[in-house]
Structures are given as C-alpha cells and as structure tokens.
C-alpha cells in the first residue's frame, strides 16, 4: 500500500506541474464551461474522407499530452476528484485526492470535514491517528485504456484536439463522467462506422449517445451530456478556418485567440446575422474587423455597434428598405423617433443612436458602404446624450460597521476580506480588482510598499503607496498564491471555485460573483440599511469605495489634483464627479477664507473689501453645493457672471444640499446686508442676483451612478 500511495502522489504531482501548452480560459462549472447553449451550437464543418476531389481541411492543432499516445492509458482513482485537488490526503492508508479548501490542510475532501467537526487540531497529529475510510474501503486501482489507432485519423484528431485543449486550459477536470464521456465518444464513430464526428449533426450524436449509455437516463443528462455538448462546441471552434467571415463571432476558444487577449478577459459573442440587410451586415463587420485588428476599438464597443445596428435592421425591415441608397437623413431620424417611443429617451438609448450614426458616416465616407445616401445622418449638438455621474459614498455609519464586522473579523473569508480591506485602501474599480497582477506590488527600498498597475478604462498606469501593514499582507497573499499554482502565476487574487488546482491554472473571480459573494457578507453581518441616510444597503456596490476615498481625501485636505492623481482619473471633471466633497467641510472652509481675508485687510488698515476677492469667495461656495457640474471632461469651464447657478452644465441635487443650500442662502442675505450698510453696491448687486437663482433653481433630476 505505501508504494501505491507513492506511485498516486507522484501521478498527481506530474500531471499539476507538467509544462503542457497552458492558455487560461474563464468558465463556469467544470462541465458546462462553455458559455453557449447546446441550442446555439453552429454546425460543425464537415470534414470530408479522403478521396477523388475531396477538400482537405487543415489540420487541428493538437496540444502534446498522454492522449498524444496511440494507447491512452487512465487511472480510476477510487473516490472523488476534484477541481481544487492537488497531491494526496495526509490521512494514513486513504487515498483520496487533496481538498484545497484551505491552503494549510492536506486532506481530502471527506477527512477535512471531519477535522473540522474535531474543532481543527493540529493536522500531523491528527492525519496520524486511526481513522475509518471515508468510503466503505480504499478499492484497487485499475488502469483503463483507449486506443486511438481502433479510430478513424479524422475522429481520433478531434478527440485528441478536444480533450487537449480542454484539460490542459483546466475547464475539464479528469472524473469518472469525463473518463465515461471518453469510452462513450469511441463507441459512438464505431458504432456508426464514422469518419468524422462531422458527418453527423451534433443533435444526432447526443441522441445516439443517450441511446447508447447503460446508465439512467437522469445520469446521463447530468454528468455526460454537458461534456457533449462543450465537446462538439469546442470542434466548431477548432474547425472554423476563418472566424471573420462567420455571421457569429465566439468570443471564448476563437476571438480571445484572434485577438491575443489576457486570459480572464471575457466577452460577449456578437451575433452578426440579427442584422438581416447584406449591404449593411457585410460593410459593418468588414468595418469592425478592420477597427479590432487596429485596436481602435475594444470587443464591448463591437458589441454596441452590433446591438444599434440591429435595432437600426428592424426598423428598416419595417420600412420595406431594401436598398443603401434609401436610407437617408429623413429615414433615420424616423428610426430615432420610434427607438424613443417603444425604449423612452434615456441616456443608453441616446447614446447608442448617436454610436450608429457616428458609424453609418464611417462607412460612407471610409467607402465600405458608399452607396449609402447621406454623410451625416445627424449634426453636432443633436440627440445630444449627457452623462451624469453622481458619486455615492458609504454613510458614515455603514462604513463603520463595515470595518468592525467584515474588515475585522475572522468569520469573513480570508481572501475576500484581503480584498475589501484592499477596496478600503485603494479603491480599485471591481475589475481592476479581481484581475490584479500578483507582481503589482513593490517594495519602496524603506519597508513600505507601493502599488503598480494598468487601468484599461483610462489606459493609464496607476501607482500610489500602501500601508506597510496591508502590503505585508498581500506579499504574504502573493507567496500563498505561487505556492498552490506556481510561479508563473499572474493574478493575486485567483477565485478558487474557479481554478483548477489539478491542472495548475488560476482564474479569478468574476466581477459578479464577487459583488454577490460580498452582498451575501453583508446581509450576514447584518448590514442592510444606513441609520442617517435611511437608504438600503447592498453590498454589491464595491465601487462606493472609491467615492469614499475620494470624498475622505478632499475631507483631509487633499488637493483636487492630489485625488486626481490617487485615484488615477483622467480629468479633473472626473475627479470632481467620482469625489464629492463633503457640504459642511466646504461651508467651513469658506468661512474661514473669508475670516482670513477680513483680517488680512483689517491688519493692512484696509476699510472696504475688494470686490475681485469677494467675487472670488462667493465663486467658491457656489460651485459644489448648489448641484453638479455636468460639463464634458474636454470641454473648458468659462467663468461667467453667476458661475454655475446661471450656467447650462449646472445640475442640481436631489435633496442632499437642501443644508448647505440653507446655510449659503443666509451667507448670501448676511453680505448683501453688509454690503448696503458700507455701501458697496458692486457686491450688493453681484450678491442679489445669485441669491435670486439660487431660489430659482430646481433640485430635480435623475442621475445614474457611474
């Protein structure tokens, strides 16, 4: 028994480290990896026999591994393997494979709860204890084998591609089902006496196949039939020859390829054919191609363009327009008219309208389309589309009950509280976050630490300082990480749902599951409304930790450009917008400039104030109080008049001035009193009519979070 333990443990370890081809791919479950449904899967490309005439498609390129052999030999390991396993249970005479549900335990799945229900003691002197099997008894190994040459060359290509590409990429994980779905895919081409699993629709072999498995039927649809459907997935993608001229554009197994993409990048598929018109399907996707090869455009803004331009199909359609030349200036402003009827006039939708009249100019004036009838289908300063970002700090006693019950207690998941107390800190945008590099972070040279990354919102590199005890951690994260995946790791923080251990690949989180792993956090900790604000809470929105960096940091002192800086923004319109400075921190500053002033010109025997500088003063409580600033980050601010109140990008709040509003109203009536009793009519007037819009403002709109 000791020799086969070793022979196991030696097995495992070669196959975790073994330098296969690795290309990390995001999926979900271990089996329904791929994102598209069985009812989507396109037609895989037939693959003629060899004979008189017959085209010879190119061959699939093969990953090297043990399926490379002509005899494939696999190992039934009693028990349960698991994705998160890696070595052997430290258990005496059990088998089972190493559940890494905790980094420190070297036990298997069944052994680690009991020692857990043994109130953890220490793992040596509990692994060495007698203990019952986790199952009835350890049963023998056997060794079960698949000979490829028994196969046609085209079928035995395909398998061989497919269960390379998906093992090594670590979205398969060698199990019973996987090792049942194998033997059954060899039954199925001798079976039928195929030479290809092309020969077949994919609906046909599953058909076949269920027909063919001993087991129930329930089984089967559960553990085999979602390895057959991601298997003839798969072959769809490693047999398209040119992916551009598909009217479906998978992202996962063919564009991430194409495009050279970073392993956790996921995308969409874009569905060129909702787009039903030739002359205008064929011009967009030879624009596009054109646009991603450049990389003047991201995948997401592919997407938009595909959605607009569907919508755009529809209406066409509708119209009975058959023809490029007939779409005019006139048909599609009728096209913006019924897309605000049946949507309503948001934002989204103007925005979008605008994206496809921005690109049906493109295409006339680039000359994919030039039988299109107008070059402008819209002028500058029509449907214009304004965004409005309205930050949303944590409520000061939300933040506090965040930090004593998630940040600081031992019942959050080690992981996602390192992660929060790095939100916390930092305050990285969700996706910044779950993809960090694990070389982000730097040693100063003085014991401290600083943080380096890439922003591909704003394609810039943030950097900023961290403290010396949150960058220990997370030196500490990074060792821990390597350790279990190696290192050529890239991620600090990998989702271990998500990895596969048994493969050595690390996936991160998806940023969805990570907000509803920090939203279930909060409604067990109790964390679901704010005491001053009345609002609800929801965990989900992490990225209110970057408005309360901001907000705190103006609160502290900081400069506008020092936030900007911090937070890695791109403009201050932005930083003004993400970082809302605090209404009485304002009011008490202001007051104490203008206390400043009087007594500068007091002490300089100075009688009256200047008007500049009292201008200067009210300019500067006008600007945040009142509202919002709407202007566009390109655009420069023209000091008017009334600054503000009196101009066109002033947006009002929604009630959460109303006290500041109050007290510069009475900051407002308390000068101009003082203004007529020196006689200062300059600053008497200047004060009046602000006063007067301010009373004449609405603070009535709706604003989307950023």
Same mark, same amino acid.
């Given at each position: 028994m000791p020799q086969v333990r070793t022979y196991i443990s030696t097995l495992l370890r070669t196959i975790s480290t073994r330098s296969w081809p690795r290309r990390l791919i995001s999926s979900g479950t271990e089996a329904r990896s791929d994102p598209m449904p069985s009812s989507h899967i396109p037609e895989v490309p037939s693959r003629q026999a060899p004979g008189p005439g017959a085209e010879q498609r190119p061959p699939l390129p093969l990953i090297?591994? &043990?399926?490379?052999?002509?005899e494939w030999a696999i190992l039934d390991i009693p028990g349960r393997r698991l994705r998160m396993s890696s070595g052997v249970c430290a258990v005496v005479d059990c088998l089972g494979p190493r559940y890494a549900g905790d980094g420190q335990v070297s036990l298997c799945h069944g052994h680690f709860w009991r020692w857990k229900r043994d109130n953890e003691p220490p793992?040596?002197?509990? =692994?060495?204890?007698?203990?019952? *099997?986790?199952?009835?008894?350890?049963? *023998?190994?056997?060794? /079960?084998?698949?000979?490829? +040459?028994?196969?046609? *060359? =085209? =079928?035995?290509?395909? !398998? /061989?591609?497919?269960?390379?590409?998906? #093992?090594?990429?670590?979205?398969?994980?060698?199990?019973?089902?996987?090792?049942?779905?194998? @033997?059954?895919?060899?039954?199925?081409?001798?079976?039928?006496?195929?030479? +290809?699993f092309t020969d077949r629709r994919f609906e046909d072999w599953i058909l076949i196949a269920r027909q063919l498995y001993p087991g129930a039927n329930i089984t089967f649809e559960r553990s085999i039939a979602p390895y057959l459907r991601t298997f003839f997935s798969t072959l769809n993608r490693g047999l398209i020859t040119d992916p551009w001229a598909e009217d479906v554009w998978l992202w996962k197994g063919m564009f991430d390829r194409v495009m050279g993409a970073e392993a956790y990048t996921t995308h969409m598929n874009i569905n060129w054919s909702r787009i039903t018109q030739d002359w205008l399907r064929e011009p967009l996707k030879a624009h596009a191609r054109q646009s991603l090869q450049a990389s003047t455009r991201t995948w997401g803004t592919i997407g938009t363009w595909c959605d607009g331009f569907s919508k755009l199909s529809s209406h066409l359609a509708l119209m009975n327009l058959a023809e490029p030349e007939l779409l005019t200036r006139t048909v599609f402003l009728g096209f913006l008219e019924e897309q605000r009827a049946r949507y309503g006039d948001s934002g989204n939708l103007r925005q979008?309208?605008?994206?496809?009249?921005?690109?049906?100019?493109?295409l006339k004036l680039e000359g994919f389309q030039p039988r299109l009838a107008s070059e402008i289908y819209l002028r500058s300063g029509e449907n214009p589309a304004i965004r409005i970002r309205s930050p949303r700090p944590w409520p000061k006693d939300t933040i506090t009950q965040i930090e004593s019950r998630i940040l600081e207690s031992d019942r959050t998941d080690p992981q996602i509280r390192l992660m929060l107390r790095f939100c916390r800190w930092a305050g990285p945008r969700v996706s910044e976050l779950v993809s960090l590099p694990i070389d982000s972070l730097m040693e100063n040279g003085k014991g401290g630490y600083w943080v380096e990354y890439w922003m591909p919102k704003v394609s810039r590199v943030r950097r900023f300082p961290i403290v010396q005890e949150l960058g220990q951690e997370l030196a500490t994260e990074a060792l821990a990480v390597r350790s279990l995946f190696g290192p050529t790791t890239t991620l600090l923080f990998p989702s271990l749902s998500r990895s596969n251990l048994s493969a050595g690949v690390a996936r &991160?989180?998806?940023?969805?599951?990570?907000?509803?792993?920090?939203? +279930?956090?909060?409604? @067990?900790?109790?964390? #679901?409304?704010?005491? !001053?604000?009345?609002?609800? !809470?929801?965990?989900a929105d992490i990225h209110r930790f970057r408005h309360n960096i901001g907000t705190e #940091?103006?609160?502290?002192?900081?400069?506008?450009?020092?936030?900007? @800086?911090?937070?890695?923004?791109?403009? *201050?319109?932005?930083?003004?917008?993400?970082?809302?400075?605090?209404?009485?921190? #304002?009011?008490?500053?202001?007051?104490?400039?203008?206390?400043?002033?009087?007594?500068?010109?007091?002490?300089?025997?100075?009688?009256?104030?200047?008007?500049?500088?009292e201008r200067l003063r009210e300019m500067l409580t006008a600007v945040l109080p009142a509202g919002y600033c709407a202007l566009p980050a390109n655009k420069a601010c023209v000091v008017? @008049?009334?600054?503000?109140?009196?101009?066109?990008?002033?947006?009002?709040?929604?009630g959460e001035f109303d006290a500041s509003r109050s007290t510069y109203r009475a900051q407002l009536e308390r000068r101009i009193v003082e203004a007529t009793d020196a006689g200062q009519d300059a600053i008497k007037e200047i004060n009046t009519r602000i006063l007067s819009a301010l009373d004449g403002s609405a603070p009535s709109i709706d604003r989307s979070n950023p």
């Amino acid at each position: 028994m000791p020799q086969v333990r070793t022979y196991i443990s030696t097995l495992l370890r070669t196959i975790s480290t073994r330098s296969w081809p690795r290309r990390l791919i995001s999926s979900g479950t271990e089996a329904r990896s791929d994102p598209m449904p069985s009812s989507h899967i396109p037609e895989v490309p037939s693959r003629q026999a060899p004979g008189p005439g017959a085209e010879q498609r190119p061959p699939l390129p093969l990953i090297n591994g &043990p399926w490379s052999q002509d005899e494939w030999a696999i190992l039934d390991i009693p028990g349960r393997r698991l994705r998160m396993s890696s070595g052997v249970c430290a258990v005496v005479d059990c088998l089972g494979p190493r559940y890494a549900g905790d980094g420190q335990v070297s036990l298997c799945h069944g052994h680690f709860w009991r020692w857990k229900r043994d109130n953890e003691p220490p793992v040596g002197d509990w =692994a060495v204890r007698p203990h019952r *099997p986790v199952m009835k008894k350890n049963l *023998p190994l056997s060794v /079960r084998s698949v000979k490829f +040459s028994d196969l046609p *060359p =085209a =079928a035995a290509e395909e !398998i /061989r591609y497919v269960f390379g590409f998906k #093992l090594t990429n670590g979205d398969w994980t060698p199990i019973p089902a996987l090792r049942k779905c194998l @033997e059954l895919l060899f039954q199925l081409i001798l079976t039928k006496d195929a030479w +290809s699993f092309t020969d077949r629709r994919f609906e046909d072999w599953i058909l076949i196949a269920r027909q063919l498995y001993p087991g129930a039927n329930i089984t089967f649809e559960r553990s085999i039939a979602p390895y057959l459907r991601t298997f003839f997935s798969t072959l769809n993608r490693g047999l398209i020859t040119d992916p551009w001229a598909e009217d479906v554009w998978l992202w996962k197994g063919m564009f991430d390829r194409v495009m050279g993409a970073e392993a956790y990048t996921t995308h969409m598929n874009i569905n060129w054919s909702r787009i039903t018109q030739d002359w205008l399907r064929e011009p967009l996707k030879a624009h596009a191609r054109q646009s991603l090869q450049a990389s003047t455009r991201t995948w997401g803004t592919i997407g938009t363009w595909c959605d607009g331009f569907s919508k755009l199909s529809s209406h066409l359609a509708l119209m009975n327009l058959a023809e490029p030349e007939l779409l005019t200036r006139t048909v599609f402003l009728g096209f913006l008219e019924e897309q605000r009827a049946r949507y309503g006039d948001s934002g989204n939708l103007r925005q979008r309208v605008n994206t496809t009249a921005q690109v049906l100019m493109n295409l006339k004036l680039e000359g994919f389309q030039p039988r299109l009838a107008s070059e402008i289908y819209l002028r500058s300063g029509e449907n214009p589309a304004i965004r409005i970002r309205s930050p949303r700090p944590w409520p000061k006693d939300t933040i506090t009950q965040i930090e004593s019950r998630i940040l600081e207690s031992d019942r959050t998941d080690p992981q996602i509280r390192l992660m929060l107390r790095f939100c916390r800190w930092a305050g990285p945008r969700v996706s910044e976050l779950v993809s960090l590099p694990i070389d982000s972070l730097m040693e100063n040279g003085k014991g401290g630490y600083w943080v380096e990354y890439w922003m591909p919102k704003v394609s810039r590199v943030r950097r900023f300082p961290i403290v010396q005890e949150l960058g220990q951690e997370l030196a500490t994260e990074a060792l821990a990480v390597r350790s279990l995946f190696g290192p050529t790791t890239t991620l600090l923080f990998p989702s271990l749902s998500r990895s596969n251990l048994s493969a050595g690949v690390a996936r &991160p989180w998806s940023a969805s599951g990570f907000r509803i792993n920090v939203r +279930s956090i909060f409604i @067990e900790n109790g964390i #679901l409304s704010s005491a !001053i604000t009345g609002e609800l !809470i929801s965990g989900a929105d992490i990225h209110r930790f970057r408005h309360n960096i901001g907000t705190e #940091l103006l609160d502290a002192g900081w400069t506008q450009g020092q936030v900007m @800086e911090f937070l890695g923004h791109d403009s *201050p319109t932005m930083t003004s917008a993400y970082a809302k400075i605090l209404d009485e921190t #304002l009011n008490r500053k202001t007051d104490e400039f203008h206390r400043m002033v009087q007594a500068e010109r007091a002490a300089a025997g100075i009688a009256h104030t200047d008007p500049r500088v009292e201008r200067l003063r009210e300019m500067l409580t006008a600007v945040l109080p009142a509202g919002y600033c709407a202007l566009p980050a390109n655009k420069a601010c023209v000091v008017r @008049e009334n600054p503000c109140l009196t101009c066109s990008f002033h947006v009002p709040g929604n009630g959460e001035f109303d006290a500041s509003r109050s007290t510069y109203r009475a900051q407002l009536e308390r000068r101009i009193v003082e203004a007529t009793d020196a006689g200062q009519d300059a600053i008497k007037e200047i004060n009046t009519r602000i006063l007067s819009a301010l009373d004449g403002s609405a603070p009535s709109i709706d604003r989307s979070n950023p």
